[in-house]
């Protein structure tokens, strides 16, 4: 390119050795700000001053409720965050969490409402054969992608696209009366214990063990190194003797596992029965979670923390300034985009300069 | 044959470093106008990194490229183009989806005047391409038609490129490049990725555009290329070039022996001559492919015995990776029998073969070797992660482990938890080979296992592997270094065509006849000596006889 002046400018983009722990840290941080900031200029769009927007957004969960609907909102989005999480370290797409938390929300209603078990046992019943449903549920796409190579990033989401029909479907099978939408409601027994007064209920505890047995599962075991170093190198892990089916399958049917208990979380816990789209767009906020906390477990905990916050937070903005719920999705969107971005920094640097030079190019040595 | 051409390019004195090792050390030569000059040398003497500079991608340190008088300054390929060289890369630089025209016009040049319908300024980014794709499509399909027309290139311009084979890629290339008007044709192995009748077809093809004036470099290893298609030949070997020649004038052999090097044979230790008796690893009318289908191993029978190292010679894509693959479970073969120790592993899983103590170093150190963003202590203990623990991986354990391959392979890195892609080439591949060896295999597989490495390393891995020899473990050697080959095998065999075409004993091995095997000029296969009439006349012209 040729500058006016004569000057050229050569730009050139190299690959970056090691990035600095400004870049690697600052990233994440990046994310999150500039996706704060784009969601400004939509909140002035509709009229309201961004800046008490969000000092609303953000005081608004420092309540004890505002804190427990926090907490609420986290076991479905960490649950989910966690199903795409595992995938990730192998290097494998889950876009269909969402279709995990169906299967395991229909799943766990049709176990709570037909299942007579005793007490616990009956939640233990419900959690566990959703778990299991959600986790064959992603055998399908594993299985396409370890045997065929088939792209587990369309047949996931596709899933959940099927999953959100069938749940419509499920939800007439097993419903109480002609006209309402939604299934006959759970008995005392089938929904999950509430604590503390508030709706936090049983997921929370099996979201946080979820936690532990994720960071335990890439930190200390044998299948948690195998799917870190597939992840890095599918082809060096393969020659090293690592199965690729059981690390694509494996790592999809937890991701399907983890999610279902989500599905279960949200039917037992909140809704108390079936109802259509009990999952307002966890499975896509997952994608978002999973990549800023891509780095570990614990990661993503906190990236499910800032993204409860955000929801509860823009719940109350939406009821005191009327800024439509939508923000939300808006800062999402905004996140997924900086975080490319932003891994685009991380991995290559860029390198402007500009050059004098005489009129007459051609004759210029270059030695 | 050629008289009075008035030399088109020169190249004097070009010197590129990189870091550790000279790619280029002082090289000139000069092309005469419609020659088709042969570039002769094996892999990282320095033929890529000449042509790579010779069209703007590198920048040389030092020495100059006059095209027809005039000094070159080449900062980017676009100069390059403006020069009137043109380069057709090993790998395709198409649009699958856009057509052949549409391709074509892609790489069209800056037209001097802006046109009516384009008035983009240039620091718009891709204005060039922008304008040429907004200018007037008939002009241009009229002088592609009229180029197809003049040198036959049986090509549609409307055509999507995605729908044309390798042979007709290759020919849009060309088409693209005599668009652009270049004088001067780079091709970069173009027959890497022919059959043997398209690359006659090129080579006819060639032959038209060099008698319209065309000139043509023709980077290759194929000594029968050279001989067969080039008027002279510019040998380069380490980054020097070694001669220019005529072709003609010396033998295949001669030019073996130039691209090889005449360096004294190293002394083998003597070795009191051995009987090796338990295999370790058998092979028996072996058939594998390659990944575009094509047949790479062709019925090969190979025995690799307990403390013995087999070399492996050859020119590599002759069939070695994908022999090297087979041997360690990676690739299914189409037909044969791979047995290991006792068991019959055919096409069996990776993991099989792991756990019948088979090792392999591969070719491609990063590509298949290592997890580039694990740590070494993880690299360290990649293949044997089931003994430090089946379900839960004792990593105290594992760290020492990985700590005393460092050590005692020599890997120089600050701690086992550096990540595996900061590693130098030479590091890294001592990191391999200890994950390899220390788990001290009955069969090891070791691709080019000293290839682009500092010397240093070099010495240290072929050390390990002989020492490893020692220890029993049956070695498959496969290298295109042959000195490296003759100074570390016990046997050795001679690759081409996916098949054994010779081998011998290293106490009687020879360099020079070994050379004429490699480039398929000889051949002990028997089927194949008998029905084929060209190689017996290539060896007539090379002058040698068996």
Redesign the interface.
């Known amino acids: 390119?040729?500058?006016p002046n004569g000057h050229q400018v050569e730009v050139s983009i190299s690959r970056r050795?090691?990035p600095s722990p400004l870049i690697r840290y600052g990233i994440p941080v990046f994310t999150i700000v500039s996706s704060l900031l784009f969601g400004a200029v939509a909140i002035s769009a509709v009229g309201v001053n961004p800046v008490v927007a969000y000092v609303t957004m953000f005081t608004s969960v420092l309540s004890w409720y505002g804190a427990s609907e926090v907490v609420v909102r986290m076991i479905p989005l960490l649950l989910a965050g966690l199903a795409v999480y595992v995938p990730l370290r192998a290097g494998l797409w889950n876009i269909g969490a969402g279709a995990g938390i169906y299967a395991g929300g229909i799943t766990a209603t049709a176990v709570g409402l037909y299942v007579s078990l005793p007490g616990p046992l009956l939640n233990i019943a419900m959690l566990v054969s959703a778990g299991l449903v959600g986790g064959a549920l992603m055998i399908i796409p594993g299985y396409l992608r370890a045997r065929w190579d088939i792209n587990e990033i369309l047949v996931t989401l596709l899933l959940t696209f099927t999953m959100v029909q069938f749940n419509g479907y499920a939800i007439l099978l097993m419903g109480s009366s002609e006209g309402v939408q939604s299934s006959e409601t759970l008995s005392a027994l089938a929904e999950f214990p509430r604590f503390f007064g508030t709706r936090i209920h049983l997921g929370a505890v099996v979201a946080v063990l979820a936690l532990i047995a994720v960071y335990l599962l890439m930190n200390?075991?044998?299948?948690g190194?195998?799917i870190?170093?597939f992840?890095?190198?599918p082809?060096?892990?393969?020659?090293?003797?690592?199965?690729k089916y059981k690390i694509v399958i494996g790592t999809l049917f937890i991701g399907g596992l983890l999610s279902g208990l989500a599905g279960a979380g949200e039917i037992a816990g909140i809704q108390s029965r079936l109802v259509p789209n009990f999952s307002p767009g966890f499975g896509f906020t997952a994608i978002a979670i999973a990549l800023i906390g891509r780095n570990g477990a614990f990661q993503v905990l906190f990236a499910s923390l800032f993204f409860a916050v955000v929801y509860i937070g823009a719940a109350n903005v939406e009821l005191v300034y009327s800024v439509p719920f939508a923000i939300v999705e808006i800062i999402e969107a905004v996140v997924i985009l900086f975080f490319i971005a932003g891994e685009g920094i991380r991995r290559f640097e860029l390198d402007v300069r500009s050059i004098p030079q005489s009129e007459d190019?051609?004759?210029?040595?270059?030695? | 044959m050629i008289e009075n051409r008035r030399n088109i390019l020169k190249i004097e004195g070009i010197v590129k470093r990189f870091p550790g090792v000279v790619a280029n050390d002082h090289v000139s030569f000069s092309l005469q106008e419609g020659e088709i000059h042969g570039l002769l040398g094996e892999n990282g003497a320095g033929k890529s990194t000449l042509m790579k500079i010779l069209y703007g991608l590198y920048a040389a340190d030092e020495g100059e490229i006059w095209m027809k008088g005039q000094r070159l300054a080449l900062n980017s390929p676009k100069d390059a183009i403006q020069a009137g060289i043109g380069m057709v890369h090993q790998h395709f630089k198409l649009i699958p989806r856009l057509t052949v025209l549409e391709n074509i016009m892609l790489g069209e040049r800056k037209t001097e005047e802006p046109r009516s319908n384009s008035r983009l300024p240039d620091w718009v980014p891709f204005s060039g391409s922008m304008r040429a794709l907004m200018t007037n499509r008939t002009e241009s399909r009229e002088r592609v038609d009229e180029l197809i027309d003049r040198y036959g290139f049986d090509i549609d311009p409307s055509e999507a490129v995605w729908e044309l084979d390798v042979g007709e890629r290759q020919r849009v290339e060309i088409l693209k490049a005599l668009y652009r008007d270049a004088e001067v044709l780079i091709l970069d192995e173009p027959t890497a990725v022919l059959s043997p009748a398209e690359s006659r077809e090129l080579f006819g093809m060639l032959q038209k555009l060099t008698d319209e004036g065309l000139t043509v470099i023709l980077i290759t290893h194929k000594l029968e290329e050279i001989l067969e298609h080039t008027d002279r030949t510019t040998v380069l070997r380490n980054g020097k070039v070694i001669d220019t020649v005529q072709t003609g004038t010396v033998s295949k052999a001669g030019l073996a022996e130039m691209m090889v090097g005449r360096d004294v044979l190293f002394e083998t230790e003597n070795r009191t001559s051995m009987v090796f008796e338990s295999p370790v690893a058998e092979v028996q009318d072996l058939r594998a492919q390659d990944e575009r289908g094509i047949e790479a191993v062709s019925g090969l029978d190979l025995t690799v015995h307990e403390g013995e190292i087999v070399g492996v010679a050859g020119v590599s894509g002759n069939g070695q990776r994908e022999l090297a693959e087979c041997l360690v479970g990676v690739r299914k073969s189409t037909a044969g029998r791979i047995t290991i120790g006792d068991r019959d592993l055919t096409n069996r899983p990776p993991r099989s073969f792991v756990d019948a103590d088979v090792s392999y170093i591969p070719e491609d150190r990063h590509k298949h070797g290592c997890t580039p963003d694990r740590s070494v202590l993880e690299n360290a203990i990649l293949k044997d992660s089931d003994s430090f623990g089946r379900i839960l991986i004792d990593y105290d354990k594992a760290r020492e482990h990985a700590e005393q391959i460092v050590e005692e392979f020599d890997v120089r890195v600050p701690n086992v938890d550096t990540q595996a892609k900061n590693l130098s080439g030479g590091n890294l591949q001592k990191l391999i080979c200890g994950r390899e060896l220390k788990r001290d295999p009955n069969f090891l597989v070791a691709n080019q296992p000293t290839r682009g490495i500092d010397v240093g390393a070099i010495e240290y891995i072929r050390e390990v592997l002989l020492e490893q020899r020692e220890e029993g473990t049956g070695i498959l050697l496969i290298s295109e270094d042959l000195d490296e080959i003759l100074q570390m095998s016990d046997r050795i065999v001679v690759l081409y065509e996916g098949k054994i075409v010779h081998e011998t004993d290293a106490e009687t091995a020879d360099k020079e006849t070994i050379g004429q095997y490699i480039t398929g000029s000889k051949n002990d296969d028997i089927e194949n000596r008998d029905s084929d009439a060209e190689r017996e006349s290539a060896t007539d012209r090379s002058g040698v006889e068996a």
């Open positions: 390119m040729k500058l050795r090691d200390r075991t044998r299948f190194f195998e870190l170093n992840g890095s190198n082809e060096a892990a393969r020659q090293s003797g690592i199965s190019s051609s004759e210029v040595v270059n030695a």
